[in-house]
């Protein structure tokens, strides 16, 4: 099932499926590694404003709640991770 990034809990993987981004703030994405196919762990939920760390590619990523909800993705099992 598809569902947005925001519904990924820290220390869960998931795999994007697309971004819903304008073209410019998808391209700064994929550039940062958010890309189809792609997969990320979420590592830190920060404070009430929504910020959240990924780690994507092995560099951790901090996003904006705004840029969160923008890309959609399917959760992973532990048995469906690969070492990111």
Excluded at 7 to 29: F, N, P
Excluded at 62 to 76: A, D, M, P, W, Y
Aim: charged letters at 25%; glycine letters at 8%; hydrophobic letters at 45%.
């Amino acid at each position: 099932m598809v569902i947005p990034l925001t519904q990924i809990d820290v220390g869960e993987h998931a795999r994007i499926v697309w971004i819903a981004s304008e073209d410019s703030m998808a391209t700064r994405l994929n550039d940062l590694g958010f890309i189809p196919e792609g997969e990320i762990e979420c590592v830190l939920q920060g404070n009430s404003k929504g910020m959240r760390a990924y780690l994507v590619r092995n560099a951790v990523i901090g996003l904006r709640l705004e840029n969160i909800q923008e890309i959609f993705v399917k959760k992973l099992d532990c048995g469906e991770c690969s070492p990111i």
